[in-house]
């Protein structure tokens, strides 16, 4: 029976992954079909020739830095190298949760190397060539140390927590994490802006002026209240654009880009977050959380069920439950199934998006909306030609070509 439960586990965990890495191939290729009609004058032929090429060179590190992730944990699993580092971390201490905090710390050590190793790479090979890049090389420092420190305090906590409650509250395990876990999700939404924001970068308020009274009209109209309007200034790291709103309640703040204040005029601007009002107005930030919600609710009722079966560890050679393990191995085999189940999560958030947009139409104008559009697409170098079976399972938002269509089908009222 151990040898079914191995054999079930490593065909899951290989046959999606190397189906994930078909897939991006079938992206790749996809940049040298013909760009539709609605967006081929985004770029001009020389620009779409050097966006071609930074798009090649970023597929090629992702696919590259994705395979031999796939790698190590396979020859990891094949060869029990998990298991021995498992049961290594479990001989140097008697207690679990020291024992699993040095199994996971050795193997988060690992990979922030690795990671760190892959975005120096990006970013200071290919983004820096292509003129996007505006890190410097103490700020990449800092962010690397920065992040590791976050990842292992946040990381560690949560897997103190859930070990400290598998064992002491077993019956009650799944509501007591599940209340714990989505407590500290709305936490960190929360205070997001606030707290972990400025440890990178510096948030100051938007000057007073004609821009700013347009906003607080713009959100006053549509009886949406703005806390605080902050600009972030991310071009001491890239050139690239965005905003975003963060917060519930009273704690609902603007976050502006300064390279999107630099790059779109007013109108475009009040479009941008006036699709980010319309996210607001249909709840789409209840339906988040709820689906957030649902998701780490059933994750922790499988991981419930998997992680005391001992069946699965003898298939993989250990003579009993062993948690570190049990925690890893849950993972990689949720990880295939998240790529599944993310054919209807991202279904989803692209029918908001495009409703997201339709009332920033509404709200302001079809002009407006297409020219941030457009400018978003030319600034940050989108896709313009994504392979449709890429779409579904990672694009979150509607390719562009899509966007901009379903936008001038809008009706205005």
């Given at each position: 029976m151990e040898a079914y439960v191995y054999i079930g586990i490593m065909t899951l965990y290989i046959g999606v992954t190397l189906f994930d890495f078909y897939v991006s191939k079938l992206n790749s290729d996809a940049r040298e079909n013909p760009v539709p009609t609605i967006v081929n004058?985004?770029?001009?032929?020389?620009?779409?020739?050097?966006?071609?090429?930074?798009?090649?060179?970023?597929?090629?590190?992702?696919?590259?830095?994705?395979?031999?992730?796939?790698?190590?944990?396979?020859?990891?699993l094949m060869f029990g190298g998990f298991q021995a580092l498992n049961l290594f971390t479990l001989q140097l201490t008697d207690s679990l949760y020291l024992s699993t905090l040095?199994?996971?710390?050795?193997?988060?050590?690992?990979?922030?190397l690795f990671s760190t190793v892959f975005s120096y790479i990006n970013t200071f090979k290919i983004?820096?060539?292509?003129?996007?890049?505006?890190?410097?090389?103490?700020?990449?420092?800092?962010?690397?140390?920065?992040?590791?420190?976050?990842?292992?305090?946040?990381?560690?906590?949560i897997i103190?927590?859930?070990?400290?409650?598998?064992?002491?509250?077993?019956?009650?395990?799944?509501?007591?994490?599940f209340v714990v876990l989505f407590a500290i999700i709305l936490i960190i939404n929360m205070f997001y802006v606030k707290l972990i924001v400025p440890i990178f970068n510096t948030l100051t308020p938007l000057e007073d002026g004609e821009l700013k009274n347009k906003i607080e009209h713009l959100a006053s109209l549509q009886g949406y209240k703005v806390r605080a309007i902050k600009v972030i200034d991310a071009s001491k790291r890239s050139t690239k654009l965005n905003a975003f709103f963060s917060g519930f309640g009273t704690f609902k703040t603007v976050v502006l880009y300064d390279?999107?204040?630099?790059?779109?005029?007013?109108?475009?601007?009040?479009?941008?977050?006036?699709?980010?009002?319309?996210?607001?107005?249909?709840?789409?930030?209840?339906?988040?959380?709820?689906t957030s919600a649902l998701t780490l609710l059933g994750?922790?009722?499988?991981?419930?069920?998997?992680?005391?079966?001992?069946?699965?560890?003898?298939?993989?050679?250990?003579?009993?439950?062993?948690?570190?393990?049990g925690i890893l191995l849950f993972f990689v085999v949720m990880n295939p199934l998240m790529l599944?189940?993310?054919?209807?999560?991202?279904?989803?958030?692209?029918?908001?998006?495009?409703?997201?947009?339709?009332?920033?139409?509404?709200?302001?104008?079809?002009?407006?909306m297409e020219k941030a559009l457009r400018t978003l697409a030319y600034k940050n170098y989108s896709n313009l030609t994504p392979h449709p079976l890429f779409v579904k399972l990672h694009y979150s938002h509607p390719p562009m070509a899509s966007r901009i269509g379903a936008l001038r089908r809008v009706q205005n009222d």
């Open positions: 004058d985004i770029y001009d032929k020389n620009e779409y020739d050097t966006w071609k090429d930074y798009s090649r060179k970023k597929s090629d590190l992702s696919l590259f830095s994705r395979f031999f992730r796939f790698l190590f944990v396979l020859l990891m040095l199994f996971f710390g050795a193997l988060f050590i690992l990979e922030m983004e820096e060539a292509y003129g996007f890049n505006k890190t410097t090389g103490k700020t990449f420092i800092k962010d690397t140390l920065m992040g590791f420190l976050l990842s292992s305090l946040l990381g560690g906590g103190l927590i859930v070990l400290y409650l598998l064992n002491e509250f077993e019956t009650l395990f799944i509501i007591l994490s390279t999107l204040l630099d790059a779109m005029d007013d109108d475009a601007i009040l479009a941008v977050l006036a699709h980010e009002i319309g996210h607001a107005k249909h709840r789409d930030i209840l339906k988040n959380v709820l994750m922790l009722a499988l991981f419930n069920l998997f992680i005391n079966v001992e069946i699965i560890y003898e298939a993989f050679g250990l003579e009993s439950v062993t948690l570190g393990f599944l189940l993310s054919l209807f999560s991202n279904s989803q958030s692209r029918k908001r998006e495009y409703m997201a947009d339709a009332f920033a139409v509404k709200a302001t104008s079809k002009e407006a």
